[in-house]
Protein backbone atom coordinates (compact mmCIF):
# COMPACT_ATOMS: atom_id res chain seq x y z
CA UNK A 1 0.00 0.00 0.00
CA UNK A 2 1.17 3.33 -0.61
CA UNK A 3 1.89 6.02 2.37
CA UNK A 4 0.71 9.24 1.41
CA UNK A 5 3.37 12.00 1.67
CA UNK A 6 1.66 13.93 4.45
CA UNK A 7 1.66 11.25 6.71
CA UNK A 8 3.55 12.02 10.09
CA UNK A 9 6.26 10.16 10.22
CA UNK A 10 5.28 9.48 14.15
CA UNK A 11 2.10 7.76 12.86
CA UNK A 12 3.92 5.27 10.24
CA UNK A 13 5.63 4.33 14.13
CA UNK A 14 8.82 6.30 13.82
CA UNK A 15 10.43 6.64 17.23
CA UNK A 16 14.09 8.43 18.15
CA UNK A 17 16.05 5.17 17.19
CA UNK A 18 14.59 5.01 14.10
CA UNK A 19 14.50 8.74 13.24
CA UNK A 20 18.33 8.88 13.46
CA UNK A 21 18.34 5.49 11.08
CA UNK A 22 16.25 7.61 8.53
CA UNK A 23 18.43 10.87 8.72
CA UNK A 24 21.60 8.33 8.69
CA UNK A 25 20.54 6.69 5.62
CA UNK A 26 19.35 9.89 3.87
CA UNK A 27 22.78 11.37 4.82
CA UNK A 28 24.28 8.77 2.88
CA UNK A 29 22.12 9.17 -0.01
CA UNK A 30 22.40 12.75 -0.40
CA UNK A 31 25.98 13.05 0.81
CA UNK A 32 25.18 16.06 2.64
CA UNK A 33 25.16 16.21 6.61
CA UNK A 34 21.33 16.44 8.29
CA UNK A 35 20.33 17.65 11.57
CA UNK A 36 19.68 14.77 14.13
CA UNK A 37 16.59 15.83 14.44
CA UNK A 38 15.48 15.71 10.27
CA UNK A 39 12.53 13.60 11.10
CA UNK A 40 11.31 15.44 14.01
CA UNK A 41 11.91 18.79 12.32
CA UNK A 42 10.73 17.66 8.86
CA UNK A 43 7.50 15.66 10.16
CA UNK A 44 6.21 14.32 6.62
CA UNK A 45 7.83 12.95 3.63
CA UNK A 46 5.88 15.89 2.23
CA UNK A 47 7.89 18.67 4.26
CA UNK A 48 11.20 15.78 3.94
CA UNK A 49 10.90 16.33 0.10
CA UNK A 50 10.45 20.32 0.48
CA UNK A 51 13.59 20.38 2.55
CA UNK A 52 15.92 18.30 0.83
CA UNK A 53 15.00 19.91 -2.47
CA UNK A 54 15.79 23.19 -1.19
CA UNK A 55 19.18 21.96 -0.02
CA UNK A 56 19.87 21.03 -3.48
CA UNK A 57 18.18 24.20 -5.20
CA UNK A 58 15.50 21.93 -6.84
CA UNK A 59 11.51 21.73 -6.45
CA UNK A 60 10.23 18.78 -4.83
CA UNK A 61 8.38 18.10 -8.84
CA UNK A 62 11.99 19.07 -10.49
CA UNK A 63 13.48 16.80 -7.82
CA UNK A 64 10.97 13.83 -8.90
CA UNK A 65 11.06 14.53 -12.63
CA UNK A 66 14.51 14.14 -12.38
CA UNK A 67 14.93 11.09 -10.14
CA UNK A 68 12.26 9.23 -12.35
CA UNK A 69 14.22 10.10 -15.57
CA UNK A 70 17.52 9.30 -13.67
CA UNK A 71 16.28 5.34 -12.14
CA UNK A 72 13.57 4.59 -14.63
CA UNK A 73 12.72 1.48 -14.66
CA UNK A 74 14.72 1.23 -11.38
CA UNK A 75 12.96 1.30 -7.85
CA UNK A 76 15.06 1.46 -4.50
CA UNK A 77 13.24 0.78 -1.33
CA UNK A 78 14.27 1.75 2.29
CA UNK A 79 13.90 -0.81 4.89
CA UNK A 80 14.45 0.50 8.57
Known amino acids: DAIPADAA ?3 LGL ?3 TAVELRTRLQGAVGHA ?3 TAAFDWPTIEEM ?3 LAALFGAAPEAANDEAAA ?3 GRREE ?3
Open 34 to 36: LPP
Open 15 to 17: DSL
Open 9 to 11: FST
Open 70 to 72: EGE
Open 49 to 51: ARQ
Open 78 to 80: MTL
